[in-house]
């Protein structure tokens, strides 16, 4: 097939890549010998039409540091490539944000698919300005309405979206690599967060309040915090509010990849996220097939975790909930047989068999079977 994926982050991106660009990168890594893949990134400043991992990626848009302009730009420009080119390719596959109105099911001649990552719902109203929170939420509603094939990441996702009848839909999750497993996990002297700097999303703010409760009762246990994005700068400038003690416990490492993003995991003490909203974790479900422990919000994207006693949870948004659980698990004596459930669970969830469904699922797309 040759497959066209409007990938809206990619490798490199100045506003971060997320679970969305790495389930993508995972999947298509092992498509790629069999299909011919080309990727429509947004453009950043310093992108540029090139190879990236043997795949090739073609940036349009606007460069700017404006997210909302760039996404914008992103939206008008992916959608005319796909008028222009929608020709040289046998199915187009878009990763769905209400912030990028392309609308393809409306003019596109070939076989589209919304993929559907996460819901927000009226957690916009938390983030943004109240007119544009209420186009956002109004598009999360009604725009997957529109389109006849969408792929999500969990069942949970699909639940909420609340789609109609008639609908061809793919549950496909995401993944771990088979190598995670062969990782022996020890115990050090740190708490671990993995994932995109997002404060109100991934719950930041409230990361670092309930970790300062914390520290009262732990104050040999320091806090790595992995990620970048946009919200960088601002979540340095509330570190650098914290009483002294608190900030000079906390690290933050940047983006991670590789052994070194392993060996973060390995020798954590336990992981924790403590997300207001999400899809499906990619690094929760890294974490648990490392063997390793995990604290997370009780919002119904996590139930898997404690469902399969791989952790346990607090109370969404709750400070007080969150410190409590996190003096929890670093004083719990199970914490190692919380891990081995957790990577127990987590052995059948493989990106090579991932990337299987999800290339089926397009096949019988591209070939009218669904």
């Not at 310093?46 to 043997?54: L, P, V």
């Not at 606007?62 to 080119?85: G, I, N, P, Q």
């Not at 076989?111 to 009226?122: A, I, K, S």
């Not at 983006?255 to 070194?260: D, I, L, M, N, R």
Request: hydrophobic fraction near 40%; proline fraction near 4%; charged fraction near 25%.
């Amino acid at each position: 097939m040759r497959i066209l994926h409007l990938l809206y982050e990619s490798q490199g991106d100045f506003f971060g890549i997320g679970g969305v660009g790495v389930r993508a990168y995972e999947i298509y890594k092992r498509l790629k010998d069999r299909h011919e893949v080309t990727l429509l990134c947004k453009k950043y400043p310093g992108a540029r039409d090139r190879e990236i991992d043997n795949l090739k990626h073609v940036f349009v848009g606007t460069e700017s540091r404006s997210l909302a302009k760039t996404l914008l730009s992103y939206a008008y420009h992916a959608a005319l490539f796909v008028k222009r080119h929608n020709a040289e390719f046998d199915i187009i596959i878009e990763e769905f944000s209400p912030a990028i109105p392309t609308f393809l099911h409306a003019f596109s001649g070939k076989p589209v698919v919304l993929q559907v990552q996460e819901y927000t719902g009226r957690h916009y109203f938390e983030k943004y300005n109240p007119l544009y929170a209420l186009t956002l939420f109004l598009f999360e509603r009604l725009r997957p309405k529109s389109y006849a094939n969408l792929i999500f990441v969990s069942a949970t996702t699909a639940k909420r979206v609340a789609l109609g009848s008639r609908k061809r839909i793919g549950i496909i999750p995401n993944a771990i690599s088979g190598e995670l497993l062969k990782i022996s996990p020890e115990e050090g002297d740190y708490i671990l967060y993995i994932g995109r700097i997002d404060i109100c999303k991934k719950g930041l703010d409230l990361l670092i309040e309930g970790y300062g409760a914390f520290l009262d009762s732990f104050p040999n246990v320091g806090l790595i915090i992995a990620g970048d994005g946009r919200d960088r700068e601002r979540f340095e400038r509330m570190l650098s509010k914290l009483p002294e003690h608190v900030s000079s416990n906390i690290k933050l490492s940047g983006w991670v990849s590789g052994s070194y993003k392993e060996e973060l995991i390995r020798r954590a003490l336990f992981l924790i996220f403590p997300s207001r909203h999400e899809s499906q974790p990619i690094a929760a479900l890294e974490a648990m097939a490392c063997g390793k422990a995990v604290v997370v919000s009780g919002i119904p994207e996590f139930a898997f975790v404690t469902e399969n006693g791989a952790g346990i949870s607090f109370k969404p948004g709750n400070v007080v909930s969150l410190a409590q659980s996190m003096r929890d698990m670093a004083a719990s004596k199970e914490r190692k047989e919380m891990g081995q459930r957790g990577r127990g669970w987590a052995k059948d969830f493989l990106w090579d068999r991932i990337a299987e469904e999800y290339e089926q699922f397009l096949k019988e797309i591209s070939a009218g079977r669904r």
